[in-house]
């Protein structure tokens, strides 16, 4: 594996500022006197200060590379004074990523705000923990571009990449915990770069980028084939498990929806009693079970819809579905339609139904989904909700 780079910049023409101890600055560039200064102390978790630490900082935009440097418009490099303090200069508004380094195993790593007033931000202590390791494996495009060659994965505003080696395999070691965008540039110009966003890195462990796919540049991200997901703006209609039961009576479905007699896997319910047919469309709704041994629809009722990420791959999907309104029957309260993304949290759209006769289309928006992902629909309340179909349409692929 190849192991962490440091990339050595030569700033020509630096200014020399004083902090404390004495201790100096190289400043390159976007400096102003009446700027924002941000000031702090680098310490150890026993209290002890952090004398001669590697302080940096860098735009939030800048990545380093042996040859794919996107220089940055303004860059600081100091250290910390033998009482672990340090000091950086008036700075210009924009967002920026800090980095205090001791030069063995312990670092710490934080976004910066500058507002670019003339005034000085007091950070506080700063404590340095254990360094971590980004790790992965590149693998060959399956196109008809050409090999991908050495590939360089690039942490977003820090002084870290690495070079991946014949077998696709990479490593950075030394890097502060905390969250990362990644870039990812083969040297080949027959693919194009892919982003990774909101890697966790936690202290003294590893975070793992396995099976990283780049795309081709001829073709882009419609190179994908049908046997690797869904291409761009193509749609997986995830339709309610409306087999089973007899749907001329709409008898109640009593199974577990465990897949068997024609179910849809990934369409779930939980009290939810009466499937129905009208217009051309099939859905489910919480009431009018004409039979015994129906689900108690007076308590808490839900479906889930749990698109096959793994098959369709992960990405930015447009979501949308439909409710029926009939008359007055309907609920008159917002119903409750969930989104669960690929980071883990939720995003929670509030659906108040319109007195329209037959379907109404609900865009519920474009979301980050991954393989754990899904959208729940919760009526809060106790009047019939109709679930219907629900359609993920792929925007933006995502490795």
């Known amino acids: 594996m190849k192991l962490l780079h440091f990339f050595v910049f030569v700033l020509l023409g630096c200014v020399f500022l004083t902090c404390s101890d004495n201790v100096t600055s190289s400043v390159n560039g976007g400096s102003t006197a009446d700027g924002e200064a941000f000031s702090g102390r680098a310490v150890y ?7 001669g630490a590697k302080v940096r900082l860098r735009p939030a935009y800048y990545v380093s590379g042996p040859v ?7 860059e600081i490099d100091t250290v910390t004074g033998s009482d672990g303090t340090f000091k950086l200069p008036g700075i210009s508004p924009g967002e920026y990523m800090l980095e205090i380094h001791d030069g063995t195993d312990k670092a710490i790593a934080l976004k910066l705000s500058s507002s670019g007033k003339d005034q000085t931000s007091e950070l506080g202590d700063q404590l340095l923990t254990l360094t971590s390791t980004i790790a992965g494996n590149i693998q060959e495009a399956k196109t008809e571009a050409g090999k991908t060659g050495p590939v360089t994965v690039m942490l977003y505003g820090l002084d870290y990449f690495s070079i991946s080696d014949s077998a696709g395999n990479f490593e950075i070691q030394g890097v502060p915990e905390g969250v990362y965008n990644i870039k990812i540039q083969a040297a080949s110009v027959d693919f194009l770069p892919v982003d990774f966003d909101s890697v966790s890195v936690k202290a003294g462990s590893s975070a793992i980028l396995s099976d990283v796919n780049l795309v081709s540049a001829v073709c882009g991200e419609n190179c994908r084939q049908k046997d690797s997901g869904l291409m761009l703006e193509e749609s997986y209609l995830l339709y309610v498990d409306y087999y089973s039961g007899d749907m001329e009576t709409t008898s109640p479905k009593t199974d577990a929806n465990n897949g068997l007699a024609g179910d849809n896997p990934f369409f779930q319910r939980h009290n939810v009693t009466v499937a129905h ?3 051309g469309r099939h859905y489910w709704r919480n009431t009018g079970c004409p039979g015994m041994g129906c689900p108690d629809d007076t308590l808490e009722n839900w479906v889930k819809y749990v698109p096959p990420v793994d098959s369709l791959g992960k990405g930015i999907y447009e979501i949308t579905t439909w409710y029926r309104w009939a008359e007055s029957e309907r609920a008159d309260y917002p119903v409750l339609h969930i989104v669960y993304r690929a980071d883990g949290s939720a995003d929670t759209i509030k659906v108040q139904y319109v007195e329209v006769e037959g379907y109404v289309q609900v865009n519920l928006g474009e979301h980050d989904l991954g393989e754990d992902s899904y959208v729940q629909v919760v ?8 679930y ?11 490795p």
Not at 379 to 386: D, Q, S
Not at 388 to 398: A, G, I, R, S, Y
Request: net charge positive; with cysteine.
């Open 45 to 51: 978790d026993d209290g002890e200060v952090v004398a």
């Open 388 to 398: 219907c179909d629900m359609v993920f349409t792929l925007k933006k692929w995502k």
């Open 277 to 279: 047919w009208y217009a």
């Open 379 to 386: 009526n809060p309340g106790i009047k019939p909700v109709t």
């Open 68 to 74: 794919l440097e996107k220089k940055a418009s303004f």
